[in-house]
């Protein structure tokens, strides 16, 4: 096996919280676990406990979280800032119509628009850069239905806030990945506990339906699976 080979089929940051299932079980049910071997005993739990913190700080580094979270908020304020502007620019484009031959979605407003509201930062800069393109080559006609300077720069200064912020979520997205990648061992480790209690959760609870499940790692990822969902649908209906 190489030192940085995957064992694990869930998601880098599922296996955390998979693991803090398995720790409840074993808390729980210790009696039993000690009764079958003496491997279980007070230091496998503190050493488990152990594992599972040292992988979430590796998946979720709170610092990097931290600054993620805020260039996130601080790209969606940069693309919303350019609702208002881009609505204008769509009322000028009509108003010149006849003049320019172009409909606010051949300019490329609709599409920023769309793109803003999905939150689709490459998208929001390909059509920001045909917005400018477009602001560029019909000036001339536009200035005098309203398009002010002020405006033009609006949108020229949106590609540099906008992709400065996306290339700091790239490289922290990026960099965050090299780290677990590097630290493999880490994760690979607490795999392997949680491989060995779940498989001594089975041959102890052969016969009981729900603790089977709680010992059987797919169950465990669906249930994390189905609770990140859960959150998510909360979170969107903020």
């Given at each position: 096996?190489?030192?940085?080979?995957?064992?694990?089929?869930?998601?880098?940051?599922?296996?955390?919280?998979?693991?803090?299932?398995?720790?409840?079980?074993?808390?729980?049910?210790?009696?039993?676990?000690?009764?079958?071997?003496?491997?279980?005993?007070?230091?496998?739990?503190?050493?488990?406990?152990?594992?599972?913190?040292?992988?979430?700080?590796?998946?979720?580094?709170?610092?990097?979280?931290?600054?993620?979270?805020?260039?996130?908020?601080?790209?969606?304020?940069?693309?919303?800032?350019?609702?208002?502007?881009?609505?204008?620019?769509?009322?000028?484009?009509?108003?010149?119509?006849?003049?320019?031959?172009?409909?606010?979605?051949g300019f490329g407003i609709?599409?920023?628009?769309?793109?803003?509201?999905?939150?689709?930062?490459?998208g929001v800069l390909q059509?920001?850069?045909?917005?400018?393109?477009?602001?560029?080559?019909?000036?001339?006609?536009?200035?005098?239905?309203?398009?002010?300077q002020e405006m033009i720069?609006?949108?020229?200064?949106?590609?540099?806030?906008?992709?400065?912020?996306?290339?700091?979520?790239?490289?922290?997205?990026?960099?965050?990945?090299?780290?677990?990648?590097?630290?493999?061992?880490?994760?690979?480790?607490?795999?392997?506990?949680?491989?060995?209690?779940?498989?001594?959760?089975?041959?102890?609870?052969?016969?009981?339906?729900?603790?089977?499940?709680?010992?059987?790692?797919?169950?465990?990822?669906?249930?994390?699976?189905?609770?990140?969902?859960?959150?998510?649908?909360?979170?969107?209906?903020?």
């Open positions: 096996m190489e030192k940085n080979e995957r064992l694990y089929k869930c998601k880098n940051e599922e296996l955390p919280i998979i693991a803090a299932y398995v720790l409840y079980g074993i808390k729980r049910d210790l009696s039993d676990f000690q009764a079958y071997s003496p491997i279980f005993d007070d230091k496998y739990i503190v050493d488990f406990n152990r594992k599972i913190i040292a992988a979430n700080e590796l998946v979720n580094p709170r610092v990097e979280m931290e600054d993620s979270k805020a260039a996130t908020e601080r790209l969606h304020i940069g693309m919303d800032a350019l609702i208002v502007p881009a609505n204008r620019l769509a009322g000028y484009v009509e108003f010149a119509r006849k003049e320019i031959q172009i409909t606010p979605t609709t599409a920023l628009k769309k793109r803003i509201k999905a939150r689709d930062a490459e059509n920001l850069r045909l917005v400018n393109a477009n602001i560029q080559k019909y000036k001339t006609q536009l200035e005098p239905y309203g398009l002010t720069g609006l949108f020229t200064k949106g590609i540099s806030i906008i992709s400065a912020e996306n290339q700091l979520q790239y490289e922290t997205t990026e960099n965050r990945r090299a780290t677990v990648q590097a630290n493999m061992n880490i994760l690979n480790d607490l795999y392997l506990q949680i491989t060995v209690i779940c498989k001594t959760g089975k041959i102890l609870y052969p016969n009981n339906v729900v603790k089977l499940s709680e010992y059987t790692f797919i169950k465990l990822m669906q249930k994390v699976r189905s609770a990140s969902k859960e959150a998510k649908k909360k979170n969107d209906a903020k």
